[in-house]
């Protein structure tokens, strides 16, 4: 895959490994700012929740979030051209905005909405990375470990990332562990300048190694596609011609079913209780 990362074992969470790449973006570029994405979701610690948009969780906060800059993602403003409003931001010194050290970036924003990036859009936010000497980090905690059908998420737009976040999926069988993938000369950290007490469990790292043998054994990345397809038809046929209000998201095997365009704002939690009353998580 021509893929060239050094592995730093973060933690127990996937907090953990946002939490190392912001200090090692603004370590390496000596800039504070960092540019995140409207309907970003990148965990709830300090920092990462600083890159985090729901109102609810930045709330739990109880001080101000700083030093990010939201953009709109591709597909959550219908005409609105996010890729040269990005590049305007950066490069326009009379944007107000200070020049960041990082982009954040979910290639599939889960909890934003199941909103998928296509891959020209990718392209374009690496493409203005490497043009004004900003990194760029993937967060592939929530969609990366095959779940849309390449093992990371990015694969299908054939970028590079600086930096890569992993949780989640990567531990294998439920054992916790989260990993920050590194371009080698990135990698400027002091001897136990990020250091922490659950770096080495043992046994989240048997279980790791299984689940990603276990991955290429049962060609997993071809399973899901093949299972995405499936899931795709099914909401085609089966729930889409309920009502022409109706809409749908996704890839591999992370969908969504949009409701919002019925004036019931609780429609769709009343959807997911009977869902998990019927036995369907």
């Excluded at 980090?137 to 059908?149: F, K, L, N, W, Y």
């Excluded at 995405?228 to 022409?244: F, M, Q």
């Amino acid at each position: 895959k021509d893929l060239n990362y050094k592995i730093m074992f973060c933690g127990s969470t996937g907090t953990n490994a946002v939490e190392a790449a912001l200090k090692l973006c603004r370590k390496n570029k000596k800039r504070s700012n960092i540019i995140a994405f409207m309907g970003a979701f990148h965990g709830m610690t300090l920092g990462s929740l600083a890159l985090t948009t729901d109102r609810t969780s930045r709330d739990g906060a109880g001080v101000s979030l700083d030093n990010v800059t939201f953009v709109p993602y591709e597909t959550t403003m219908e005409g609105f051209d996010s890729l040269r409003y990005l590049e305007t931001v950066i490069t326009d010194d009379h944007s107000g905005i200070e020049k960041p050290a990082a982009i954040f970036l979910e290639t599939v924003q889960a909890e934003g909405g199941i909103n998928v990036a296509s891959v020209e859009w990718l392209k374009g936010v690496e493409r203005i990375c490497r043009e004004n000497d900003i990194l760029l980090v993937a967060d592939e905690i929530q969609v990366g470990c095959s779940r849309t059908g390449t093992f990371f998420s990015f694969e299908r737009a054939g970028i590079k990332p600086d930096m890569v976040t992993l949780s989640k999926s990567i531990g294998g069988y439920g054992f916790p562990m989260s990993l920050l993938l590194i371009r080698d000369e990135l990698d400027i950290w002091k001897p136990a300048e990020h250091n922490g007490t659950f770096r080495g469990n043992q046994i989240a790292f048997v279980a790791a190694r299984k689940a990603i043998e276990y991955n290429i054994f049962h060609e997993i990345d071809r399973q899901v596609v093949e299972k995405g397809a499936l899931v795709k038809e099914y909401i085609e046929k089966e729930i889409l011609p309920l009502s022409d209000k109706i809409f749908f998201r996704g890839i591999g095997l992370i969908w969504g079913i949009d409701f919002s365009k019925f004036d019931d704002p609780e429609l769709s939690h009343r959807i997911a209780d009977k869902c998990f009353e019927k036995g369907l998580i």
